[in-house]
């Protein structure tokens, strides 16, 4: 069983920037994409970033340019910069990881939240 532990959310001002990390326990298959999820108030669960075990990014479009997502496949671990941040990031940020293959295998932290102020 895999478990995902998220930290560094909080409260931050606008512009300010944070970083969130997200470790990945148990046994975990090596073809894996993890990612970075985030839940506003009132609204569904949207990818924010992913990124294969192979290096492969994917980005919403509204935090391109100022979110870099990283990782560290030895220690099965996710990274999240957040610069420039804006109000409207404000959300529970989940980590997630999926193994590429089937039956694909899919696993949720337990959410991390971020609150940015005007």
């Known amino acids: 069983q895999v478990q995902l532990v998220e930290s560094g959310g909080g409260l931050v001002q606008a512009g300010e920037s944070l970083a969130l990390s997200c470790v990945a326990s148990g046994t975990f298959a090596r073809s894996n994409t993890m990612a970075w999820y985030r839940q506003a108030p009132g609204k569904q669960r949207q990818l924010v970033a992913s990124?294969?075990?192979?290096?492969?990014?994917n980005y919403a479009d509204s935090v391109k340019g100022r979110f870099t997502i990283s990782r560290d496949n030895a220690k099965n671990s996710v990274f999240l910069q957040m610069n420039s941040l804006k109000p409207e990031d404000t959300g529970v940020y989940y980590c997630f990881a999926r193994v590429n293959y089937f039956p694909y295998n899919s696993y949720w932290g337990q959410g991390t939240q971020l609150t940015v102020s005007a």
């Open positions: 990124m294969t075990n192979g290096g492969t990014t």
